[in-house]
């Protein structure tokens, strides 16, 4: 094998090469050619000579010294023969007292990191004391020790007292005598839990807009229904959200903004760029219609839209259906921009979403719409308008 003559540079020759320009006066650059090394490995050597003498040039190992096992082989025993017992790496780091990582990472040199390779018997299943909504408490392994059980007990018995941890400083609660006690008491809390969720519900569907669109789309001219919603995008600098609303009948993008959070703020100045932007729909009331997410639903935005004479409209929480149409756009503006590119800023990046806006409305082509443009589209439709006007005033 042929190697680079950097690399075949032994600790003789880069003594001398160090001596050469420290200490006979000779340039780096004439010693590096006299020896057959590089220049920028010359100055390596020498930097390290002027700061370490020697040594600086001496070989190094490059093989990671191996740190000795910290842990006592006491312990080491005792988590084996609690593991033996079944006992998951949380309750044994929990009965001895040490870290869970270091526990986890000792079940794994030794080999006893899965408990069906241990070549036991079955553990007894175990199931909920009662079929509830909401459960309190579980059963535990038949014949299997709680090393919670009276601060670790049960365990003392069994292991040297210098490998058992302190006892948990788990504090217990109140508790009432007999198990029927606590079945009832846990029936109790569990029903008051769910007449505060239903409660709570109940409040919320009162208070909530309503979902005027139901998933209905169709319009039959601008300005009649706006979807709008918001999605992040990423840069080196960080995370940047835009917001959008977009109109449900050319699918022109009427208004947007992009900001590094997620405010109110940032959904009004979008909104109010779409009611700047567009006069107010003579024949019908225009519908604004966005997802449950808490600045649709705030104080600021539903107000701005009442101050417009706009109705505000919500779908459900969770389901992207309510909101398809916005989604639909989501998609294909990661898929036509943000796909397999990476910007450095967010300059650069609000820049591109910028260029995006302009060519979307003037330039892509729609299928639903015919395969023209969305100004187009709309273009079509105004003229189509006036000439139903003049037709019928004739």
Known sequence: MKLHANAALSWSGRRRLCRLVVDDGWTVE???????????????????????????????????????NRTDPARVEAIVRLRRLRFTAAEIAETLGMALSTVSGILTRIGMGKLGRLGLEQPVRYERSRPAICSCG???VAGRPDPRAAGGQLLRLRLPADVVGAPSRRRAGPSLPGAAADEGQRDRRCEAARQAVAGDQARWAGARRPDLVQRDFAVIGPNELWVADLTYLRCWDGLVFFAFTLDAYSRVIVGWQLAGHMR?????????????RREPGAD????????????????????????HRVLASVGSVGDAYDNALAESFVDSFKTELIRDRVWRTRSQL?????????WYNTARLHENLGDIA???YEQQHALRDATTLVGATA
């Open 138 to 140: 579980r059963g535990r």
């Open 30 to 68: 004439a010693t590096a050619a006299a020896i057959g090394v590089s220049v920028r490995c010359a100055r390596k050597w020498v930097g390290r000579y002027r700061l370490e003498g020697v040594a600086g040039v001496s070989d190094r190992p490059s093989v990671r010294r191996h740190v000795a």
């Open 350 to 358: 609000e820049l591109a979403v910028v260029e995006y806006v302009g």
């Open 374 to 376: 969305p100004i187009e």
């Open 264 to 276: 109110t703020d940032l959904f009004l100045d979008a909104v109010r760029m779409a009611l700047h």
């Open 284 to 307: 019908v009331e225009l519908i604004h219609h966005g997802d449950r997410g808490s600045q649709y639903t705030s104080i600021d935005y539903i107000q701005t839209l009442t101050d």
